[in-house]
């Protein structure tokens, strides 16, 4: 089975380094950080903060781009082409084929994080502040968010085309950055939007465990429990996104 996924894997990151929008994106992003260390001296006083601040969000909103176009779409465009025909035909399962796509896309996105992040961690050094545990431990959740969402893009795209997953997958990215404070919210108001605010934020992937952005701005230290934590939290979700795109899946007329 581990060969099965491996070789999907390597296919899938294989696919996924030629295609020109990948290189796209990953040069805007090292564009972007790069540019928030030259622009960062128009603010006096503040430039580690705008590096920090704005290093992390391009890194994570460039990733979520690549999930949306890439991921949204690898399943439905095989689907489409007839090329998981010929997959499916080899001795491999749905499920094997849907983590192998999963596992590749991480891969893809684990060198796009580490590129970037090496570029963050440089701009950071070269600004005057200080370069903490905590910039690196905010880009290792960056990625654990991503792994989230490249599990969901992936479900999305087994039941939806590569539009409609891609904006499915959109809505979730901004909805589990905004159920905590919709909660928190509905609490105060009550009424029946309290309950649809707790129903959501217990159903859906609280994407907010992830965002330190704060705490690495303001100089305060990322615990390691909470990188344990968001880790656990990762891989349950992940693995929950998986389970329900191989059960969807496994119904689908091919």
């Given at each position: 089975?581990?060969?099965?996924?491996?070789?999907?894997?390597?296919?899938?990151?294989?696919?996924?380094?030629?295609?020109?929008?990948?290189?796209?994106?990953g040069?805007?992003?090292?564009?972007?950080?790069?540019?928030?260390?030259?622009?960062?001296?128009?603010t006096?006083?503040?430039?580690?903060?705008?590096?920090?601040?704005?290093?992390?969000?391009?890194?994570?909103?460039?990733?979520?781009?690549?999930?949306?176009?890439?991921?949204?779409?690898m399943?439905?465009?095989?689907?489409?082409?007839?090329?998981?025909?010929?997959?499916?035909?080899?001795?491999?399962?749905?499920?094997?084929?849907?983590?192998g796509?999963?596992?590749?896309?991480?891969?893809?996105?684990?060198?796009?994080?580490?590129?970037?992040?090496?570029?963050?961690?440089?701009?950071?050094?070269l600004?005057?502040?200080?370069?903490?545990?905590?910039?690196?431990?905010?880009?290792?959740?960056?990625?654990?968010e991503?792994?989230?969402?490249?599990?969901?893009?992936?479900?999305?795209?087994?039941?939806?085309g590569?539009?409609?997953?891609?904006?499915?997958?959109?809505?979730?990215?901004?909805?589990?950055?905004?159920?905590?404070?919709?909660?928190?919210?509905?609490?105060?108001?009550?009424?029946?939007?309290?309950?649809?605010?707790?129903?959501?934020?217990?159903?859906l992937?609280?994407?907010?465990?992830?965002?330190?952005?704060?705490?690495?701005?303001?100089?305060?230290?990322?615990?390691?429990?909470?990188?344990?934590?968001?880790?656990?939290?990762?891989?349950?979700?992940?693995?929950?996104?998986?389970?329900?795109?191989?059960?969807?899946?496994?119904?689908?007329?091919?």
């Amino acid at each position: 089975m581990l060969n099965r996924v491996l070789a999907v894997a390597h296919g899938t990151f294989r696919e996924t380094v030629r295609d020109r929008l990948f290189y796209l994106v990953g040069l805007f992003g090292l564009i972007l950080v790069a540019a928030t260390s030259v622009l960062a001296p128009l603010t006096v006083g503040a430039q580690a903060k705008i590096v920090a601040d704005v290093g992390l969000a391009a890194m994570a909103l460039l990733g979520l781009l690549v999930v949306l176009l890439v991921g949204a779409s690898m399943v439905r465009r095989e689907m489409e082409h007839r090329t998981l025909n010929t997959i499916l035909t080899k001795p491999v399962g749905r499920g094997e084929y849907l983590l192998g796509k999963f596992c590749g896309l991480a891969l893809t996105l684990a060198c796009m994080v580490a590129l970037m992040g090496a570029l963050y961690v440089v701009a950071v050094a070269l600004s005057p502040g200080d370069l903490a545990w905590s910039h690196l431990g905010a880009v290792y959740l960056t990625f654990l968010e991503l792994l989230v969402l490249n599990a969901i893009a992936i479900l999305f795209s087994t039941v939806a085309g590569p539009a409609l997953a891609a904006v499915l997958a959109a809505a979730m990215f901004a909805i589990g950055h905004l159920s905590r404070s919709l909660h928190e919210f509905a609490a105060m108001t009550g009424g029946p939007a309290q309950h649809l605010a707790r129903l959501a934020y217990r159903v859906l992937p609280d994407l907010e465990v992830f965002n330190v952005r704060a705490e690495v701005v303001h100089g305060d230290p990322v615990a390691a429990g909470h990188l344990a934590l968001a880790t656990i939290y990762a891989v349950g979700w992940a693995a929950a996104a998986l389970l329900l795109a191989r059960i969807f899946f496994g119904r689908k007329e091919l």
